[in-house]
């Protein structure tokens, strides 16, 4: 939620003027303790001497000692967070403008009622809260409301959080370093930090709260929430998936809610070198394999980052690529233009399944098929996909490449054995514990060989194995792909193998230099299209020189 407050005009609303939710991130504390009264009282209060972060993308290259450390980021709207580490369960307290009280907010919505005529037209969140404004700063004018001068913005941010936000749920949506954000029924709020792992948050919530809450966002989404339809899934608009489980009947402690949270801007293949998920060199490894056509899963256990780790690759594609993408729920994100984005239908009207869109994609010519999550029977159709030439990606739960063939070759996949090795990669990926913190990493990439009937196992070479005491993914130096599909595709014969290696580490250092110094997908996606237009030697030769005019003409 943004809005701008402008200063009246007559009866209409200058738009010149910049809200302070709006302006510009505080770029040091104390910046931020002088532009923001409610923060000084709040760091004065609790005594603390917080390490401030304008950007939390710094926290990942310095991890030492985040947990004995106080924390406080801004994440727009004029909200805060402190982070403190450590105890039980770690601390995630939520800083924002103080709320007016009940009397003042129930008195403007009633001015708001009787100001607000049939010919007052406004159709999207953005409009109505320019009404709103302009209605609210008429009031202030003419004394029907008396409101300070200094809390005026406050009261509107409360205000409109709650008529046309999420309630208290927009603090957490604001923050676009949570993964997940839960009430397990009455009492406190509980995030899933990106970093910092499970926090608990200072905001509490009553059984009747909750309640109110999620029918209220359930109307606003024309879903019907009643304890005959106790169990709501909804996509809010910024991605992010909502489910609701209602009533004490079936959730012992209060209606409970778990919002799974998605980044505005997909988490790029530069971050996640940055974060050290994985290694330069196996990014390039990727992105020269996906040029020529590969099947590959990711697979991990849950909330290992498969999806996030998939969405970062397949930014990777060539820019002409046609991708069809099938899920139940969409979290795929591409800047493809030739995208075709399907997902399921399975609770109203006649069932459209993973397996019916897959089967219609195999008509559709696709470059590549992006299967969100392969479970069930689709599993089947998929690798029908890969054995008539369509490269198809994935994640799936397994921890290793033995659960891995033993899921795809039994029930309900049953996917035959001799078929297997239409895979060309199969990527491991899990949370581990460094020190005290939780990161994921990518533990080893396999390069799928085939089936043995006389051993009944999948062969295979690890072509890059994480090495824990360095906390590095390793290369073992060689690839069966690389060499047996980059080459032909090329035209190039094996005395050009010295070639393939020496683009595999110049890739790598185009990628290791986006991670360092412009790791954001946009950037990453402009090198993607630079590369293939112009070639590999040649951009890198640019970055070499600091011509960057592709990324450059952006700032």
């Known amino acids: 939620m943004r809005f701008i407050l402008g200063k009246l005009r007559g009866n209409r609303l200058d738009a010149t003027y910049i809200s302070p939710f709006d302006y510009r991130t505080p770029k040091t504390l104390d910046e931020a303790l002088q532009n923001y009264p409610y923060l000084k009282e709040y760091v004065e209060a609790n005594g603390i001497k917080p390490t401030y972060m304008a950007d939390l993308n710094d926290l990942a290259l310095n991890t030492s000692n985040i947990n004995s450390t106080d924390v406080i980021y801004p994440v727009g709207l004029g909200i805060f967070i402190h982070v403190k580490p450590g105890g039980e369960i770690g601390k995630y307290n939520i800083i924002e403008p103080r709320r007016p009280s009940q009397h003042l907010l129930d008195k403007f919505e009633d001015i708001l009622a009787k100001e607000i005529g049939d010919e007052v037209s406004a159709e999207t969140i953005k409009e109505r809260e320019k009404v709103i404004v302009e209605i609210f700063m008429k009031a202030v004018s003419s004394g ?19 008529k046309l936000g999420h ?15 839960s009430v397990p029924g009455a009492g406190k709020i509980f995030v899933v930090h990106k970093f910092f792992g499970t926090l608990e ?22 879903k019907i929430l009643s304890y005959m339809h106790p169990i709501l899934d909804i996509h809010l608009p910024d991605g992010s998936r909502f489910n609701i489980v209602f009533g004490e009947d079936i959730s012992l402690r209060g209606s409970n809610f778990t919002i799974r949270k998605f980044p505005k801007e997909p988490i790029s293949v530069a971050h996640l070198i940055k974060w050290r998920t994985l290694s330069d060199i196996m990014a390039a490894y990727m992105w020269m394999l996906l040029e020529v056509g590969v099947s590959f899963f ?18 990777l594609i060539r820019p002409d690529s046609k991708i069809i993408s099938i899920e139940e729920t969409p979290e795929v994100n591409l800047p493809h ?27 559709q010519r696709p470059d590549y098929i992006i299967v969100g999550e392969i479970r069930g029977e689709e599993g089947h159709v998929a690798f029908q996909a890969i054995e008539t030439g369509h490269p198809v990606i994935s994640t799936m739960h397994a921890g290793d490449i033995e ?18 090795n239409g895979l060309n990669i199969a990527i491991f990926q899990n949370r581990i514990k460094r020190g005290t913190k939780l990161v994921r990493r990518v533990l080893s990439v396999n390069e799928i060989i085939g089936y043995d009937p006389e051993e009944n196992s999948l062969n295979y070479l690890p072509v890059f194995v994480y090495d824990a005491d360095k906390d590095e993914l390793r290369f073992t130096g060689s690839s069966i792909l690389l060499e047996a599909k980059v080459l032909p595709y090329r035209g190039w014969g094996t005395d050009k193998i010295p070639k393939l290696y020496e683009e595999l580490r110049v890739r790598a ?10 790791p954001s997908f946009r ?7 630079e590369v293939e237009n112009r070639g590999v030697e040649s951009v890198y030769k640019d970055i070499k020189g600091g011509v960057l005019s592709w990324l450059r003409d952006q700032e």
């Open 403 to 420: 659960t891995l063939f033993q899921r795809l070759t039994s029930p309900p996949i049953n996917v035959p054995k001799t078929h297997i």
């Open 201 to 222: 948050s200072n905001l509490e919530v009553s059984k009747e709260e909750v309640d109110m809450l999620l029918r209220s966002i359930a109307e606003r989404y024309g």
């Open 144 to 162: 029907k409301l008396k409101i300070p001068e200094g809390e005026r913005e406050n009261f509107l941010y409360h205000f409109i959080r709650e």
């Open 167 to 181: 309630g208290i749920v927009d603090c957490f949506l604001a923050d676009p370093w949570l993964e997940d954000i």
């Open 509 to 518: 250092e185009i990628l290791k230099f986006l991670s360092e110094n412009y």
């Open 298 to 315: 990711i697979c991990g256990e849950t909330a290992s980052g498969k999806t996030t780790s998939l969405n970062a690759l397949v930014g």
């Open 523 to 529: 950037d990453v996606w402009k090198t993607v299209i």
């Open 337 to 363: 233009r030739n995208w075709v984005r399907e997902i399921t239908r399975l609770h109203s009207g006649s069932k459209v399944t993973m397996f019916d869109l897959l089967k219609a994609a195999l008509r």
